[in-house]
């Protein structure tokens, strides 16, 4: 079975771009989390989504992330403007919710560099 | 807040054992969980641990857990190599529909 499905797993780009990052969870599994890894943070947990709706975005660092889930199937995280700071490993993961025991599946991860 | 502390750095020859120490705050947490990260990947489930239990033992694995001290442990015996990665304890938060909060993350080295 496939895993996590993240895309891009590299991007560059330039101070003020719009950044837009994928994730296909696995299939059947109705939670979504977006985390954020960094050196200087650790991994930060940006929203998480059940049955494709947001229930904690209180990560989200500012206005300029935003998240959506249109469907079990797809999620996106978007960065606008992007800013150096929002360098970092952006992972997805997903799960299967209740009742479980709560483990989470990863992506390999998206790794953003905004120059 | 939810807060989970793990010291950052291990280093321990081919063959010891290691110990990974963790410490967490919400004492309702349901299961605790360790996480390996090997370079360039995700994260993937090493083993977890429900908040009844004192001990699990999986293979080379023995997870601790002192619940009056809110701490949790990795033990991993006969260290290889191959078990060079990072290792991130996690503690699920109550009645927030399976949010996990994870440690900074312990950098495991073994050397030959």
């Known amino acids: 079975d496939a895993g996590v499905i993240q895309s891009p797993r590299h991007e560059v780009t330039e101070m003020g771009q719009e950044v837009t990052l994928r994730c296909k969870p696995i299939?059947?599994?109705?939670?979504l989390f977006w985390y954020r890894q960094t050196m200087m943070r650790g991994l930060e947990l940006l929203i998480y989504?059940?049955?494709?709706?947001?229930?904690?975005d209180s990560g989200m660092p500012e206005d300029r992330f935003s998240a959506k889930m249109p469907n079990a199937s797809f999620s996106t995280l978007k960065i606008q403007p992007s800013e150096p700071r929002d360098s970092a490993v952006y992972f997805c993961?997903?799960?299967?919710?209740?009742?479980?025991?709560?483990?989470?599946?990863f992506g390999e991860g998206s790794r953003l560099t905004v120059l | 807040g939810e807060d989970v502390e793990q010291s950052l750095f291990l280093s321990v020859r081919e063959g010891d054992s290691s110990v990974i120490n963790c410490t967490y705050t919400?004492?309702?947490?349901?299961?605790l969980y360790w996480y390996k990260q090997e370079p360039g990947a995700g994260l993937q489930l090493l083993t977890y641990?429900?908040?009844?239990?004192d001990m699990k033992q999986d293979q080379r694995l023995t997870v601790l857990l002192n619940k009056k001290d809110k701490h949790l442990s990795l033990r991993i015996a006969d260290t290889q190599t191959g078990d060079s990665a990072i290792y991130f304890c996690?503690?699920?938060?109550?009645?927030?529909?399976?949010?996990?909060?994870f440690g900074q993350g312990t950098e495991l080295s073994v050397k030959p």
């Open positions: 641990i429900f908040s009844n239990m």
């Open positions: 989504f059940n049955n494709n709706v947001p229930i904690d």
């Open positions: 919400d004492s309702s947490s349901t299961y």
């Open positions: 993961a997903s799960s299967p919710g209740q009742p479980n025991t709560g483990e989470l599946f």
């Open positions: 299939s059947g599994h109705n939670s």
């Open positions: 996690a503690e699920s938060i109550t009645n927030q529909g399976g949010k996990l909060i």
